[in-house]
């Protein structure tokens, strides 16, 4: 079965870097676009990024462009998120979640990871 | 603030009916057909229960359902079970830089 497996979060000072990771199982991963989306404590679901299917393709959303990076290795069958410049609206948990073949919704999410931007 | 616009809160007794709007505009609801929900219970990451406005995947229970009116959407839960209680998100593709986007969220209590 698909699954997703986020790490790397933690806690952070502003101003500082975090590099998260998915891993990915259960299917081929090289055939779907992954994207990254966040959800603040108590709010709701914001998308931040998605990357194309042999990364060729990369779209970031304005409150993080410039400052994020998603990646992916398809032979580790692994994405990423390299985030820098962090804020304290950047506090989030952090989802990965396949992007379905319509290219339009996310079919499958990761169980998240908890980015905390603090001093 | 959201891209999209629900109700903070819903509610409705076992085996009843409930649903929940999810208003946007003509640069996203209204002009795609790409409304999708999520439903999220406590700590658990979001699940797919509705894409392209009315199509459900593979295991959604079939009391789940999508419609869509101009630019609001609408998600149904017919004969409620204590299993549907969580927050319901819905998202819109909405093109260009925005890629995709979501709503507040919805508090569905049974």
């Not at chain 1, 790397?8 to 259960?26: I, Q, T």
């Not at chain 1, 410049?85 to 499958?108: P, W």
């Not at chain 2, 603030?1 to 996203?28: E, F, K």
């Not at chain 2, 295991?59 to 209680?85: C, H, I, M, W, Y």
Request: charged share 15%; net charge neutral; proline share 4%.
């Amino acid at each position: 079965q698909v699954q997703l497996v986020e790490s790397g979060g933690g806690l952070v000072k502003p101003g500082g870097s975090l590099r998260l990771s998915c891993a990915a199982s259960g299917y081929i991963f090289s055939d779907y676009y992954m994207s990254w989306i966040r959800q603040a404590p108590g709010k709701g679901l914001e998308w931040i990024s998605y990357i194309s299917d042999t990364a060729g393709i990369e779209q970031y959303a304005d409150s993080v462009k410039g400052r994020f990076t998603i990646s992916r290795d398809n032979a580790k069958n692994s994405l990423y998120l390299q985030m820098n410049s962090l804020t304290v609206e950047d506090t989030a948990v952090y989802y990965c979640g396949r992007v379905s073949v319509g290219r339009r919704e996310f079919d499958y999410w990761g169980q998240g990871t908890l980015v905390t931007v603090s001093s | 603030q959201s891209a999209l616009t629900q109700p903070p809160s819903a509610s409705g007794s076992p085996g009843q009916p409930v649903t929940i709007s999810c208003t946007g505009t003509s640069s996203d609801i209204g002009v795609y057909n790409y409304v999708s929900w999520y439903q999220q219970h406590p700590g658990k990451a979001p699940k797919l229960m509705i894409y392209e406005v009315t199509k459900r995947p593979s295991g959604v229970p079939d009391r789940f359902s999508g419609s869509k009116s101009g630019n609001t959407a609408s998600l149904t839960v017919s004969g409620l079970q204590a299993e549907d209680e969580a927050d319901y998100y819905c998202s819109s593709y909405a093109g260009g830089n925005n890629f995709v986007v979501f709503g507040g969220g919805t508090k569905l209590t049974v």
